[in-house]
C-alpha cells in the first residue's frame, strides 16, 4: 500500500457544530483548597487525638471481617468481640515481649564481636595502596589541633601581674558529682513515667476498636447520614469500596510479609547469624513500611554477620539470601497477590509516605498506604475531591485514544506507536479494534479542535503526518494479519456478521476535505490490505472538480471517501456524484467517522447523499467497501439539472414573447 503525502483541499467547507471537550476533573477552586489546608492543619495540630483514632479506625478494618465470621457461627456480638480484640492485642504483646528478649540477649553478646569488628577494620586499611586522602586530611587536622592546644598552654595569663619566672604548674583536683540515692517513689517514677504517654495511647486505641466493633452498623448508618443521605447509591458504593481496598491490601501485605519473613529467619538460621528469629520477626513488621522498611529489615543482619564472623562468607550468604527472598517477593508474589488491590501509583506511594511521616511521624509512616486508599476512594467518588484520585490513583487519567492525540499533537509518533503496539498485543485486538476505537476518535478531537478554532495549520499538519507515520509503523501487524486471513475462512463482526474476503478487488481510499480525513482514509487502506484487498491512498485533491476525469478507474471496485466531519454531507454528494458519472457501474461510498462522545448521533441514509453506502466505524466500511451488491446509478434528476446548467438558452418565438408580455401585464395589474 502507497500512501501519499496529503495536501490541504482548497475548497470551501462547511463548518461543523464546536464540541466542548469533556471535563470529568473539576479545577481546584479556592473553597476546595482551604478545605484541604485546614483539614492538614488539623490533622498536625491534633495529632494526638487523631492518630490514635486512625490507628484504631485501621485495626477495625482489619478485624471486622473476622468478627463477621464468628458471627456467621451463631456467636453473640459482644463475645466476638471481645475473643478478636484480645487475641489480636495478645499476638501484638506476645510479638513485642519476644523481641525485647532477643533483642537483649544480642545485647548481652555484643562485646564478644568487638574484636572481629576491629580485626575486619585493620583489614580494610592494609587493603589500602599507599597513603589515602582521608587519612593525610585526619594527621593534618590532628597536627593543627595539637599546635594550637600547646600555643594556648604556653600563653600566660593576662589577668595577673606577670612576675617574669614560670611558675609550676599545678594538677586540678579531680572532682566527681555524685548523686543522692533516688527514693523508691522517685525511682518508680523514673521507670514507669516515659511509659505512661504510650500505655495510655494503647489503651485508648483498644477502647476504640472495641466500641467501632461493637457498633459498626450503627457508625455506619451515621456516617452516611451525615455525608451522604441524600445520594445512598454513591455513599454505600463509596464505603464498600473503602473496605475493600483497605481491607485486602492489609490482608495480602500480612501474606507477603510471612513469605517474606520465614524464608529470611530460616535463611539468617541456617547461615548462623544470632538471633535469627529476631531479625525475621523485624522483617514481618518493617515490610509494613513502604519502601524503606525492607532496607532498614536487612541492615541489622548485614551488621551483625560482619561482626560475627572473622572471615566475609557469613556477610556474603546474608547478602545473597535478602536479595533473593527481595526478587522473589517483589517480581513473583507481590504482582500475583496484589494486582491492582490498592489503586495507588508508585509515586502516590512515596509521595504519602513523606507526607504521612512528616504529619504523624513514624505511625504515619506505617499508616501511609491505608490512609492514601482512602483518600483516593473519597476522589472517585466524590467529584469535589476527584483531583485526589487523579493524583495518587493508578488507572489511567486520559483515555486511549485522548492519550494518542496528545501524543499526535507532541509531534511523538513513536510514543504513539507503542501505545498502539500495547493496545494491539493485549487481549487479542486487531487493527479493525484499533483504529475503530483509538486512532479514528484521536484523529476526531483533532477535527473538533479545528472547527473551533485552536488548531492551526501547521499543527494540523504535524497531527497528519504522526498519524501518516503511525500507519507505516504498524504495517508490519497488518502483515499478520493478512497471514491470518489467508489460514482463517473470515473474521466475525460483533453483531455476528462477516468481513468479506477483498482478493481480487481494488479498493480506492480517499481523504475527504483534508489532512486529517486523509490519515483516517490510510488507517481505511491499511485494514483493506490486511483483508486481502488491493487497496490504493488517493490524495484529497484527485477527487477535486477537473481531477475526476483524469483518474484511472478502469478495475476499481470501489471508492470510499473519508469524512471526520460529520457536516459535511453536500461535500460528500457532490463528490460520490462526479466519481459515478466518471466510471460506470463503480460502488462509492462515505465513511462519517463518530468521535468517541457522539456514537449516538443520527445515521445519514446513503440515498441522500447518492451513494453505495454509509459508514460510521472501521469494520462497516470494510465491509461496505468489499461488499458484491451492485452499484447505485447515478439519480436522473442529477442529470436533468446538468443538462440545464450546461445548455445554452435558446431564442423565444414570438408568440412566446407575446405571453410572456401578457402574463407579465397581467401580474403587474
Not at 506476645?94 to 533483642?103: C, D, K, P, S, Y
Not at 527481595?326 to 489503586?343: D, K
Not at 490524495?539 to 478495475?555: F, W
Amino acid at each position: 500500500m502507497t500512501i501519499s503525502k496529503a495536501e490541504t483541499n482548497g475548497q470551501g467547507a462547511r463548518s461543523i457544530r464546536p464540541q466542548a471537550m469533556p471535563q470529568n476533573t473539576p479545577a481546584l477552586n479556592s473553597p476546595t483548597l482551604i478545605t484541604v489546608a485546614a483539614t492538614v492543619a488539623a490533622l498536625y495540630f491534633g495529632r494526638d487525638i487523631f492518630l490514635p483514632l486512625a490507628v484504631a479506625v485501621l485495626l477495625t478494618f482489619a478485624l471486622a471481617p473476622v468478627v463477621s465470621w464468628l458471627r456467621r457461627w451463631r456467636l453473640p456480638r459482644p463475645v466476638a468481640v471481645v475473643f478478636v480484640v484480645i487475641s489480636a492485642f495478645g499476638a501484638i504483646a506476645l510479638f513485642a515481649t519476644i523481641v525485647a528478649m532477643q533483642l537483649g540477649v544480642l545485647a548481652g553478646n555484643l562485646p564478644y564481636y568487638q574484636s572481629n569488628i576491629e580485626a575486619k577494620v585493620r583489614v580494610v586499611k592494609e587493603a589500602n595502596v599507599g597513603e589515602s586522602v582521608v587519612n593525610r586530611v585526619t594527621r593534618l587536622v590532628e597536627r593543627l589541633g595539637t599546635e594550637i592546644q600547646s600555643k594556648e598552654e604556653d600563653k600566660p595569663d593576662s589577668n595577673g601581674p606577670s612576675t617574669g619566672a614560670d611558675e609550676p604548674k599545678v594538677k586540678p583536683l579531680p572532682v566527681e558529682v555524685v548523686e543522692p540515692a533516688l527514693k523508691p517513689l522517685e525511682l518508680l517514677k523514673t521507670i514507669i513515667g516515659p511509659l505512661i504517654a504510650p500505655l495510655a495511647t494503647g489503651g485508648i486505641i483498644i477502647v476504640v476498636v472495641i466500641f467501632m466493633l461493637m457498633n459498626r452498623e450503627d457508625l455506619r448508618d451515621r456516617f452516611i447520614r451525615l455525608v451522604g443521605a441524600n445520594d445512598l447509591h454513591r455513599t454505600t458504593e463509596a464505603l464498600q469500596d473503602a473496605g475493600k481496598r483497605v481491607g485486602q491490601y492489609l490482608l495480602m501485605q500480612l501474606i507477603v510479609n510471612v513469605t517474606y519473613a520465614l524464608p529470611i529467619g530460616i535463611g539468617l538460621w541456617l547461615i548462623g547469624v544470632p538471633n535469627a528469629m529476631l531479625w525475621g520477626m523485624l522483617a514481618l513488621v518493617l515490610r509494613f513500611i513502604p519502601y524503606i522498611g525492607p532496607v532498614i529489615a536487612a541492615v541489622f543482619p548485614l551488621v551483625l554477620a560482619l561482626a560475627v564472623d572473622p572471615g566475609w562468607t557469613m556477610l556474603a550468604w546474608t547478602v545473597a539470601l535478602f536479595l533473593t527472598v527481595e526478587l522473589i517477593s517483589n517480581n513473583a508474589i507481590e504482582p500475583w497477590l496484589y494486582g491492582s488491590r490498592t489503586g495507588l501509583s508508585p509515586l502516590a506511594i512515596i509521595v504519602s509516605a513523606i507526607f504521612w511521616t512528616w504529619l504523624w511521624g513514624p505511625l504515619g509512616l506505617l499508616l501511609s498506604t491505608p490512609l492514601t486508599v482512602c483518600l483516593v476512594v473519597l476522589g472517585r467518588h466524590v467529584p469535589q475531591f476527584a483531583f485526589l484520585d487523579v493524583l495518587f490513583g493508578s488507572e489511567p487519567v486520559l483515555e486511549p485514544y485522548e492519550a494518542l492525540y496528545q501524543r499526535l499533537l507532541a509531534g511523538d509518533p513513536a510514543e504513539a506507536t507503542d501505545r498502539a503496539e500495547e493496545f494491539l498485543d493485549t487481549d487479542d485486538n486487531d487493527l479493525v479494534a484499533f483504529y475503530e476505537t483509538v486512532a479514528i476518535p484521536a484523529l476526531a478531537l483533532g477535527e473538533q479542535d479545528r472547527a473551533r478554532g485552536v488548531m492551526d495549520a501547521e499543527r494540523r499538519q504535524r497531527v497528519a503526518t504522526g498519524a501518516m507515520t503511525l500507519v507505516d509503523n504498524l504495517e508490519d501487524y497488518a502483515d499478520e494479519e493478512a497471514a491470518e486471513e489467508d489460514d482463517d475462512e473470515a473474521e466475525e463482526l460483533a453483531d455476528g456478521d462477516e468481513l468479506p474476503d477483498g482478493t481480487g478487488k481494488t479498493v480506492l481510499c480517499v481523504g475527504g476535505r483534508g489532512e486529517l480525513d486523509e490519515a483516517s482514509a490510510a488507517m481505511l487502506a491499511q485494514v483493506l490490505t490486511a483483508h486481502g484487498a488491493n487497496a490504493r491512498l488517493l490524495e484529497t485533491a484527485a477527487i477535486a472538480v477537473g481531477s475526476v476525469g483524469r483518474l484511472d478507474l478502469t478495475d476499481v471496485h470501489a471508492v470510499v471517501i473519508a469524512y471526520l466531519n460529520a457536516d459535511s454531507r453536500s461535500h460528500a454528494r457532490y463528490s460520490v456524484r462526479r466519481l459515478k458519472r466518471a466510471a460506470k457501474g463503480l460502488r462509492v461510498g462515505a465513511a462519517f467517522w463518530r468521535p468517541a462522545n457522539e456514537q449516538s448521533a443520527a445515521e445519514i441514509q446513503p440515498s441522500t447523499i447518492g451513494a453505495d453506502f454509509v459508514a460510521y466505524t472501521m469494520a462497516g466500511a470494510v465491509a461496505g467497501a468489499l461488499s458484491n451488491e451492485p452499484a447505485v446509478a447515478v439519480k436522473a434528476t442529477a442529470r436533468r439539472l446538468l443538462s440545464r446548467r450546461t445548455r445554452k438558452p435558446s431564442k423565444a418565438s414570438p408568440a412566446a414573447k407575446a405571453a410572456k408580455g401578457k402574463s407579465k401585464t397581467k401580474q403587474e395589474a
